[in-house]
Structure formats: C-alpha cells, structure tokens
C-alpha cells in the first residue's frame, strides 16, 4: 500500500486493550465483508468474550483500529501451544465501508510489530480457496506471506484449505 493511501486514514489509533462494546464491532465488522456464515462470525465474536472474560490468561489477543472513535478494523492473533514463537493470525478484517484505504495493510504491520514485541518469529495464516476469497489470498501475498500448504477439500468438497506464514524478527 502506498504512503499516499495511508495519509487518507483520519486519526487512525491502535488499542490492544478489549472493551465490551468490541463484540458488537468485531460483529459488525465481520458481518460487513458478506465473506463469513452466521457461524463464523459467532466465533469471532466468541474469542472476543474469551478474552473479556479470561483477561491475560486467554490465548488470544486483539489489535483494534480507531478511526473518529469508531472500531474499523481489528485483527485477533495468538501464540501457538507447545512452539517456540510461533504464532496464528486467526482473524483480521477492516469494516466493508473503511475498505480500500490502506487501514488492512497498516493493521497487519501493526499487527506484526506486536507479535514480534511478544518474541513472534512466525506468523501462521489459514484462508480458504474458494474464488471469493481470491483478493484474501492475494493481500497476504502482497504483505510478503508465502503459501505454505492447501489441504484438500478441509472446509467443504473443492474448498481447501491455504496456510500462509510469513518469518518475522522478534524483540
């Protein structure tokens, strides 16, 4: 993304912190892309009452993006259990009406730094291979994540299932 998209971006903030009010946004966000079922977007909203009610011993973690007091995007990641700097990106999605203005890639990178502070040397990703999710796996291409894996038929007959990673430094 260039510099001139991400100059768009009025009074972008970041928060790791997680308020009630995030399940509702993270709701909201991920009904916005028309990608998830009903399903799906319960679990994204399920990881954020995890955290919410376990604190610092959930296993996932939450960057949200703030644009005029108002949650446009957020990503959900965490470490993987018996590794050693290992970490997943299970979610990351920016509102369908904030789209296209470079949020998604600031987000990542963001994202990144954070799971680098937490000494991350690995992020995992998983998307589908359905068409739709073409500009999905073509974002993370993009961000310098190299196509690990396709698991055959994972989520349903012809729809598999693509792991990306991406190496990072961590602190």
């Given at each position: 993304?260039s ?10 903030t ?23 079922t ?106 310098r ?27």
């Amino acid at each position: 993304m260039s510099q001139t998209a991400e100059h768009h971006i009025p009074s972008l903030t970041f928060r790791d912190t997680v308020r009630s009010s995030d399940a509702d946004a993270v709701r909201d966000i991920v009904a916005s892309t028309g990608f998830f079922t009903s399903a799906e977007i319960e679990v994204a909203v399920e990881l954020v009452h995890d955290r919410l009610s376990r604190g610092e011993r959930s296993e996932y973690f939450f960057l949200f993006a703030d644009c005029d007091g108002r949650v446009v995007g957020y990503s959900c990641y965490g470490p993987i259990a018996c590794t050693v700097g290992s970490f997943d990106l299970y979610w990351i999605a920016v509102h369908e009406k904030w789209r296209g203005r470079g949020i998604g890639s600031v987000l990542l990178r963001a994202t990144e730094e954070r799971i680098a502070a937490a000494g991350g040397r690995a992020i995992y990703v998983e998307t589908a291979s359905r068409a739709q999710y073409d500009p999905t796996r073509r974002y993370y291409e993009n961000n310098r994540y190299v196509r690990e894996a396709t698991l055959k038929d994972f989520y349903t007959p012809g729809d598999d299932k693509v792991i990306y990673s991406k190496r990072i430094r961590g602190a």
